[in-house]
Nanobody, 115 residues
């Protein structure tokens, strides 16, 4: 079992920046994909960004050019740098890990962007 621990959420004004971090509790299988999803009240959970061990990324159109996903494999950690934040980015952000045929979720961290 792998636990994912997120940090870095908070309240920020529109135009500001935040950096989310997600650390896996143990070493994970070398071939994997880590990413971020978000869910606003009344909405379905949606993909924000993913990054696999080969370096391939996938971003939601709504965050392209503003958000950057990166990872530190030695620390089993994935990051999400969020710039030029908008009120519509307000949501609970969840870390996700796909590895060895299994999927894991973090507990979520709240991001609130005020106008």
């Amino acid at each position: 079992q792998v636990q994912l621990v997120e940090s870095g959420g908070g309240l920020v004004q529109a135009g500001g920046s935040l950096r989310l971090s997600c650390a896996a509790s143990r070493r994970i299988f070398r071939i994997n994909t880590m990413g971020w999803y978000r869910q606003a009240p009344g909405n379905q959970r949606e993909l924000v960004a993913t990054l696999n061990t080969y370096g391939s990324t996938n971003y939601a159109d709504s965050v392209k050019g503003r958000f950057t996903i990166s990872r530190d494999n030695a620390k089993n950690t994935v990051y999400l740098q969020m710039n030029s934040l908008k009120p519509e980015d307000t949501a609970a952000y969840y870390c996700n890990l796909l590895t060895g045929g299994s999927q894991y979720w973090g507990q979520g961290t709240q991001v609130t962007v005020s106008s």
